[in-house]
DNA sequence: GCCTTATTTAGACATCACTCTAATTAGAGT
DNA sequence: ACTCTAATTAGAGTGATGTCTAAATAAGGC
């Protein structure tokens, strides 16, 4: 839990382009699946990756499960990237 | 090679670990090690993958390898989360 | 050249990550 | 209840990652 899984969940480029995607705005497991040649299996792997990390949290409508972009985890990994930043001396 | 090499090696919590000591200033192979409880082999595959990524460099000193810190591919992967950012709508 | 110090490379082993197909769960509509 | 669509979970195979001890390489000093 933590820094430790966005850093883990970020690792990977099929979960990155994942988070590209999402920036458009909200889309169903399936319309994610669309954009890759991987399995829906595998994808959901990766998206269980990524809502464990709190990247991205997911909301049913319906039939489909909505995937969206956690924006304030991603800001906490982004300021801890700039904390690896060399201190200006 | 490339933005890849770099998450994947910001993956691992020891690695960051080392980066966050390597802000303070270049230290050797061995300075680094006395920070953990790994074997210094142990380390020495963790170091391998930052220099691999870019993130470090390294210089003999005599018996000694320096590593420090390189600025411009941590700063490559600071933009490289950025841009994971939603659009401002 | 030999010895010491510093560090990496090699080899082995265990665990974890990624991928697939097949089976299961969940909801909506008839 | 049955069926259709949407997605996940289960199980298995393969390959990668992390760790260790032991051996090898590199530089410096006697």
């Given at each position: 839990m933590g820094i430790n899984a966005v850093f883990e969940a970020l690792s990977h480029p099929v979960r990155r382009e994942i988070l590209q995607l999402l920036r458009g705005g909200p889309m169903s497991a399936g319309a994610l699946a669309e954009?890759?040649?991987?399995s829906k299996p595998t994808l959901s792997v990766h998206f269980a990756k990524l809502k464990e990390a709190e990247l991205v949290a997911v909301k049913r409508q319906g039939t489909s499960l909505i995937y969206h972009l956690n924006m304030s985890i991603l800001e906490e990994a982004l300021s801890g990237l700039m904390s690896l930043r060399e201190t200006k001396s």
């Open positions: 954009h890759f040649t991987l």
